[in-house]
């Protein structure tokens, strides 16, 4: 008996209200079903909670994002789950890490299925903490952030790298970057910007007060954990998101994710082009 193999699929996640990527997906399906290539499209709301539930559980063998970089976050939470290549393409104002759009889109998708486009395994963030006794395990692409919650109080906040006490931060909040994330809320606090490819993670203080304002970079290998060392309560805030509240004495640890997301490119366009394309844009 002779199996038949299972059809690739390819989802085309398109921002709200951007016509041009929904045409773009539209044309680009038609010809790619007429390879034997299975199509479906989202056209994802702005809202991060209606977001994450057009997307929980759809499947398909590579991720397409047609939208700026918070589209893109969305779909990659989906991709890294899921063990599959994501492409991102821009149609927002800035995209540091996203590329243009060729006018010829399913060439480059056919060689992504066949093994024979460009990947880059990029790190993410595992982050664990305890909420209402609890434990949670959160999966993080650009950043986790333990924020104040008091409009003009800073929050308190010991850093801790391995087990050994670091710093104890008085400030707005305390961001923990991948290198793909260092543009991002990280390069808005100050902090370095890294090379997707690179091992680390990046811990940056925003707006400290009388302490320490430059950023530390970690190996990948290592941990760091926040602690709530003041009165003042603080959030966890990941991707933008807020997923917890974090009261006095509770911690949240941070390290890289044992998986790697695994990004597609069209091109071969070194990431140093395509960041300070993103630099110049935002400039504009």
């Given at each position: 008996m002779?199996?038949?193999?299972?059809?690739?699929?390819?989802?085309?996640?398109?921002?709200?209200?951007?016509?041009?990527?929904?045409?773009?997906?539209e044309?680009?399906?038609?010809?790619?079903?007429?390879?034997a290539v299975?199509?479906?499209?989202?056209?994802?709301v702005?809202d991060?909670?209606?977001a994450?539930?057009?997307?929980?559980?759809?499947?398909?063998d590579?991720?397409v994002?047609?939208?700026?970089?918070?589209?893109?976050?969305?779909?990659a939470r989906?991709?890294h789950q899921?063990?599959?290549p994501?492409?991102?393409?821009?149609?927002?104002?800035?995209?540091?890490?996203?590329?243009?759009?060729?006018s010829d889109?399913?060439?480059?998708?056919?060689?992504?299925?066949?093994?024979?486009?460009?990947?880059?395994e990029?790190?993410v963030?595992s982050?664990?903490?305890n909420?209402?006794?609890?434990?949670?395990?959160?999966?993080?692409?650009?950043?986790?952030?333990?924020?104040?919650?008091?409009?003009g109080?800073?929050?308190?906040v010991?850093?801790?790298?391995?087990?050994?006490?670091f710093?104890?931060?008085?400030?707005?909040?305390v961001?923990?970057?991948s290198?793909?994330?260092?543009?991002?809320?990280?390069l808005?606090?100050g902090?370095?910007?890294?090379?997707?490819?690179?091992?680390?993670?990046?811990?940056t203080?925003?707006?400290p007060?009388?302490?320490?304002?430059?950023?530390?970079?970690?190996?990948?290998?290592?941990?760091?954990?926040?602690?709530?060392s003041?009165?003042?309560?603080?959030?966890?805030?990941?991707?933008?998101?807020?997923?917890?509240?974090?009261?006095?004495?509770e911690?949240?640890?941070i390290?890289?994710?044992?998986?790697?997301?695994?990004?597609?490119?069209?091109?071969?366009?070194?990431?140093?082009s395509?960041?300070?394309?993103?630099?110049?844009?935002?400039?504009?």
């Amino acid at each position: 008996m002779q199996w038949m193999m299972a059809m690739p699929e390819v989802l085309f996640v398109v921002a709200e209200g951007r016509p041009a990527a929904m045409e773009l997906a539209e044309r680009t399906s038609g010809i790619l079903r007429d390879r034997a290539v299975a199509c479906s499209t989202v056209d994802l709301v702005g809202d991060p909670a209606l977001a994450a539930e057009q997307l929980d559980g759809m499947h398909s063998d590579l991720i397409v994002s047609l939208g700026g970089d918070g589209t893109f976050l969305r779909c990659a939470r989906l991709a890294h789950q899921l063990d599959i290549p994501i492409l991102g393409l821009n149609f927002g104002r800035v995209g540091y890490l996203l590329e243009h759009p060729p006018s010829d889109l399913a060439g480059p998708i056919s060689d992504i299925l066949d093994g024979r486009g460009h990947l880059e395994e990029r790190s993410v963030i595992s982050l664990h903490f305890n909420h209402e006794g609890q434990a949670r395990d959160v999966v993080v692409i650009n950043e986790a952030t333990i924020e104040r919650t008091l409009p003009g109080h800073t929050v308190r906040v010991k850093a801790s790298v391995d087990g050994n006490s670091f710093l104890e931060y008085a400030a707005d909040g305390v961001v923990v970057a991948s290198p793909m994330g260092s543009t991002a809320y990280n390069l808005s606090a100050g902090g370095p910007i890294v090379m997707p490819q690179l091992d680390v993670l990046i811990v940056t203080p925003v707006a400290p007060h009388l302490t320490v304002d430059r950023s530390l970079v970690v190996d990948g290998s290592q941990s760091i954990e926040l602690t709530i060392s003041g009165e003042r309560p603080a959030i966890c805030v990941v991707d933008g998101v807020g997923i917890a509240n974090v009261d006095h004495g509770e911690s949240v640890v941070i390290r890289r994710h044992e998986r790697r997301l695994r990004v597609a490119s069209v091109a071969q366009t070194p990431a140093v082009s395509r960041l300070r394309a993103g630099l110049r844009q935002s400039h504009e």
